[in-house]
Antibody, heavy 118, light 110 residues
Framework: QVQLVQSGAEVKKPGASVRVSCKAS????????MHWVRQAPGQGLEWMGW????????RYAQTFRGRVTMTGDTSISTAYMEMSGLRSVDTAVYFC???????????WGQGTMVTISS | QSALTQPPSASGSPGQSVTISCTGT?????????VSWYQQPPGKAPKLMIY???KRPSGVPDRFSGSKSGNTASLTVSGLQAEDEADYYC??????????FGTGTKVTVL
């Protein structure tokens, strides 16, 4: 079945970087944009940006420009989200989500908890 | 890009209906018919419930319906059931390949 499986929880120190992976299966990885969404504890969903696995193009929300890099490896159908200069406010669950042709997020990963703590 | 505005909470008794609003601008909700709605139970990933303003993915009960008027979209849950208790989020395409989420609404079944 169509699914996205993300990497496990991470604990990082302030100023460090983190990379979260998202492995796709059950569909053509290069056929759909992959988006990333963040959710801080007790807070709402926040759109971070997208990666086009077919072209390598990216688009980031203004909040994350300069600190986030989204990439992918088509040989293993996996997308990555890397964030640098981590701060305590970056403590959150990070989701990957597949975008369908109607601009809706139809498949979601299970989420990856990233904790920033000294 | 500012978040779309949703009421923080909504509630209803089993069998009743609840409607959640999602207010944006002419640059997002009002400008495109790409509004979608998601259900998120505590501790779980969101699930797509409505797309293209008013379409249901396969497997979503027809108790869930969507609509839009001007810059405001709405999700209605009819015949409320205990399993409908969750957080609900709207999202909209916002042009220039950008997207924006709503602030979220906690639905409680009394």
């Amino acid at each position: 079945q169509v699914q996205l499986v993300q990497s496990g929880a991470e604990v990082k120190k302030p100023g460090a970087s983190v990379r979260v992976s998202c492995k796709a299966s059950g569909y053509t990885f290069t056929g759909y944009y992959m988006h990333w969404v963040r959710q801080a504890p007790g807070q709402g969903l926040e759109w971070m940006g997208w990666f086009n696995p077919n072209s390598g193009d990216t688009r980031y929300a203004q909040t994350f420009r300069g600190r986030v890099t989204m990439t992918g490896d088509t040989s293993i159908s996996t997308a990555y989200m890397e964030m640098s200069g981590l701060r305590s406010v970056d403590t959150a669950v990070y989701f990957c989500a597949k975008l369908n042709p109607s601009n809706a997020f139809d498949i979601w990963g299970q989420g990856t908890m990233v904790t920033i703590s000294s | 890009q500012s978040a779309l505005t949703q009421p923080p909470s909504a509630s209803g008794s089993p069998g009743q209906s609840v409607t959640i609003s999602c207010t944006g601008t002419s640059s997002d909700v009002g400008g495109y018919n790409y509004v979608s709605w998601y259900q998120q139970p505590p501790g779980k990933a969101p699930k797509l419930m409505i797309y293209d303003v008013n379409k249901r993915p396969s497997g979503v009960p027809d108790r869930f319906s969507g609509s839009k008027s001007g810059n405001t979209a709405s999700l209605t849950v009819s015949g409320l059931q205990a399993e409908d208790e969750a957080d609900y989020y709207c999202t909209s395409y916002a042009g220039s390949n950008d997207y924006v989420f709503g602030t979220g609404t906690k639905v409680t079944v009394l």
